[in-house]
């Protein structure tokens, strides 16, 4: 196995993919990377995936009655013989 | 320096709600995710306070300010309504437990969102997930190593991901894998700050957020090739 970069097999690149790829390097630099057509479409498509995925997942509220659940056990917690420390009940 | 020491505001990710497709971008991949931190408002630096000294409702205005924030994190981690309520749950009450301990070194906003990540990687414990050892039993089979990848590119990921197809493959990752792309992809924490909160080694978050987006390049690619079928 060799690991001369401009020798470099398709197995071996994509051996070093998570490493490559974590440090930030400049890929589009790499020998192999600038001979082979087949590394240059998955490192797109794996690309494309991680750009998505900032896209993804938009952030949501929870449902509006888990405040009181978590009031209530904060309660629990304080101690059934203080007052209740509350009734507090949400800001608009 | 972590990008969370910066103080500025993340965008609106409900701003692309409505899209069904992402559309791609082909520039080399370098996470831009501002991460989970948001600039102290004056009125959350007062609640801090005031919740710090026992003060319930300025305890409700800290929850009413983060609750969004730490439920959708909890609903990306898990991918379950339900134990994302109990996890959102559970980080308020840790919250309200710990709120005394916290000194300001870094941003509230910080604080809590690790917190809140604490209180879900312990829960995947309890339930027997161990992070590290999914390292091991994560490590390449035959027919998974390097090698599998070739083959003709798939075009139809160049263009546009269906976003459905995108969230449905995320929850299908296996637990170990999915955390580390959501904390990295979807959160944008570094690689060695994965590594802090999961006890492995940065090789090993690399690792394993590479094989995280192969296994969801294969499901979309699965997905892809369903659609067009007649």
Redesign the interface.
């Known amino acids: 196995m060799t690991q001369d970069r401009d020798k470099m097999s398709?197995?071996e690149f994509?051996?070093q993919?998570?490493?490559l790829?974590?440090?930030?390097q400049?890929?589009?630099a790499h020998p192999h990377y600038q001979s082979c057509?087949?590394?240059r479409?998955?490192l797109?498509?794996?690309?494309?995936?991680?750009?998505?995925?900032?896209?993804?997942?938009?952030?949501?509220?929870?449902?509006e009655d888990?405040?009181k659940?978590?009031?209530s056990?904060?309660n629990d917690?304080e101690g059934a013989d203080e007052p209740p420390?509350?009734g507090?009940?949400?800001?608009e | 320096m972590s990008r969370f020491s910066s103080p500025t505001l993340p965008p609106?990710?409900?701003s692309?709600?409505n899209?069904e497709k992402?559309s791609?971008?082909?520039?080399?991949?370098?996470?831009?995710?501002p991460g989970p931190l948001t600039s102290p408002s004056p009125v959350e630096t007062e609640a801090l306070s005031r919740a710090q000294a026992?003060d319930?409702?300025a305890?409700?205005?800290l929850?009413?300010l983060h609750?969004?924030?730490i439920?959708?994190l909890c609903?990306?981690m898990v991918g379950n309504v339900a134990e994302?309520?109990d996890l959102?749950?559970e980080a308020?009450?840790q919250l309200?437990?710990k709120i005394g301990t916290f000194r300001g070194d870094s941003a509230f906003s910080t604080w809590l969102h690790r917190l809140a990540i604490n209180v879900v990687l312990m829960q995947l414990r309890k339930k027997g997930l161990s992070l590290v050892s999914l390292d091991e039993v994560m490590e390449p089979t035959p027919e998974e190593?390097?090698?599998r990848?070739?083959?003709?590119?798939?075009l139809s990921?160049?263009g546009a991901?269906d976003?459905l197809a995108?969230?449905r493959a995320?929850a299908d990752l296996p637990a170990g894998y999915r955390i580390i792309?959501i904390l990295h992809?979807?959160e944008?924490y570094e690689?060695n700050e994965i590594a802090t909160m999961l006890d492995c080694s940065?090789?090993n978050?690399?690792?394993q957020?590479?094989?995280a987006?192969?296994k969801?390049?294969d499901a979309?690619r699965v997905h892809s090739t369903q659609e067009t079928q007649p």
């Open positions: 398709c197995q994509q051996a993919l998570p490493e790829v974590g440090s930030g400049d890929l589009a057509a087949l590394c479409a998955l797109a498509e794996l690309e494309t995936i991680a750009e998505a995925a900032r896209q993804l997942f938009p952030s949501v509220e929870p449902r888990l405040w659940q978590i009031e056990r904060m917690e420390a509350t507090a009940s949400l800001p | 609106d990710p409900s692309h709600g899209d992402i791609s971008s082909s520039t080399i991949h370098k996470n831009a995710n026992g319930h409702r305890f409700a205005q929850y009413s609750k969004r924030r439920y959708s609903l990306r994302a309520e959102t749950q308020f009450l309200h437990r190593g390097p090698g990848s070739f083959g003709a590119p798939d990921l160049m991901i976003r995108l969230e995320v792309f992809d979807v944008g690689h940065i090789g978050s690399k690792s957020l590479h094989k987006r192969l969801l390049r979309l």
